[in-house]
């Protein structure tokens, strides 16, 4: 059986997926012979896609047989709390993190979903939820995550401007204003980029997967950028609510700069 008919019928194989470990193999042969010294990390990280992918598989299963839209608002809210959890060690320089996160991943997933809901987009199901939520939640975590790590760095290396800055009057929201904008602009390139580029240099994971499933070019094509427009709203709006929230953190209520915590 192919793959393409495999993913029509709705089965692939073990075998089929085992025979990819050929790249992974080609990519730590790689890594051994240009001594990038991350061969453990490539075997950690299939191990660990592996273990996981197949634990969230059961776990969307039982929600795909329960049809439970309850059961679809549970897991979203931890894809959320994760979501935060995560980019928050990722931005550990930033003071107190995780609630400006919680709010900023929280309000993306409920804008998007509610809208492409209002639109009729996709029927309010847990086999078009699920999916849907957890591309818009990972999206806008790696946004907000990029956005506040960009924002600290800003903070570091102009912490003698922004003190003078303050001297002159200025609040600190003041001084930090221009930060925050290069900040989001950081957070939002990457996405920019890769949505320029579609079509042209590559073709995305669900355009793909829309093909091989047996929808037409033309379906596929409005699916996937009904997805990436949504996805690039989601990351504004948690890179936009993330750096503003986080902004004030760097400063006392006195309007003075505080110490970074250690990395």
Same mark, same amino acid.
């Given at each position: 059986? +192919?793959?393409?008919?495999?993913?029509?019928?709705?089965?692939?194989?073990?075998?089929?997926?085992?025979?990819?470990?050929?790249?992974? =193999?080609? =990519?730590?042969?790689?890594?051994?012979?240009?001594?990038? #010294?991350?061969?453990?990390?490539?075997?950690?990280?299939?191990?660990? &896609?592996?273990?996981?992918?197949?634990?969230? /598989?059961?776990?969307?299963?039982?929600? @795909?047989? &329960?049809?439970?839209?309850?059961?679809?608002?549970?897991?979203? =809210? @931890?894809?959320?709390?994760? /979501?935060?959890?995560?980019?928050?060690?990722?931005?550990? +320089?930033?003071?107190?993190? @995780?609630?400006?996160?919680?709010?900023?991943?929280? +309000?993306?997933?409920? $804008?998007?979903? /509610?809208?492409?809901?209002?639109?009729?987009?996709?029927?309010?199901?847990?086999? !078009?939820?699920?999916?849907?939520?957890?591309?818009?939640?990972?999206?806008?975590?790696? %946004?907000?995550?990029?956005?506040?790590?960009?924002?600290?760095? #800003? $903070?570091?290396?102009?912490?003698?401007?922004? #003190?003078? *800055?303050?001297?002159?009057? %200025? +609040?600190?929201?003041?001084?930090?204003?221009?930060?925050?904008?290069?900040?989001?602009?950081?957070?939002?390139?990457?996405?920019?980029?890769?949505?320029?580029?579609?079509?042209?240099? !590559? !073709?995305?994971?669900?355009?793909?997967?829309?093909?091989?499933?047996?929808? *037409?070019?033309?379906? %596929? $094509?409005?699916?996937?950028?009904?997805?990436?427009?949504?996805?690039?709203?989601? %990351?504004?709006?948690?890179?936009?609510?993330?750096? *503003?929230?986080?902004?004030?953190? @760097? !400063?006392?209520?006195?309007?003075?700069?505080?110490?970074?915590?250690?990395?």
């Amino acid at each position: 059986m +192919t793959l393409a008919a495999g993913i029509g019928s709705g089965h692939v194989s073990l075998g089929q997926v085992a025979g990819t470990l050929v790249l992974v =193999a080609i =990519a730590a042969a790689v890594s051994f012979w240009r001594r990038a #010294e991350i061969e453990q990390d490539i075997g950690v990280a299939v191990l660990r &896609s592996f273990v996981q992918l197949t634990a969230v /598989g059961y776990v969307i299963k039982g929600i @795909f047989d &329960s049809d439970s839209l309850w059961l679809v608002v549970a897991l979203l =809210a @931890f894809m959320v709390v994760f /979501g935060a959890w995560t980019a928050r060690r990722r931005a550990k +320089t930033v003071p107190h993190v @995780f609630v400006p996160l919680l709010i900023a991943l929280g +309000t993306a997933a409920a $804008v998007t979903l /509610g809208l492409v809901l209002i639109l009729h987009v996709f029927d309010p199901k847990p086999r !078009f939820m699920v999916p849907v939520g957890g591309m818009v939640i990972g999206n806008a975590m790696t %946004a907000a995550a990029v956005a506040l790590n960009r924002l600290a760095d #800003e $903070v570091h290396d102009q912490a003698g401007l922004i #003190e003078a *800055t303050l001297a002159l009057g %200025a +609040t600190a929201r003041q001084a930090s204003s221009r930060l925050v904008a290069r900040s989001l602009r950081s957070g939002l390139i990457p996405l920019i980029d890769q949505t320029k580029t579609t079509g042209v240099v !590559f !073709f995305p994971g669900t355009m793909v997967g829309a093909l091989l499933g047996g929808a *037409t070019p033309l379906n %596929a $094509v409005r699916l996937q950028l009904i997805l990436l427009w949504i996805l690039m709203g989601a %990351a504004a709006l948690s890179s936009m609510i993330a750096t *503003t929230l986080a902004q004030g953190r @760097f !400063f006392t209520a006195a309007h003075q700069l505080v110490d970074p915590p250690p990395p």
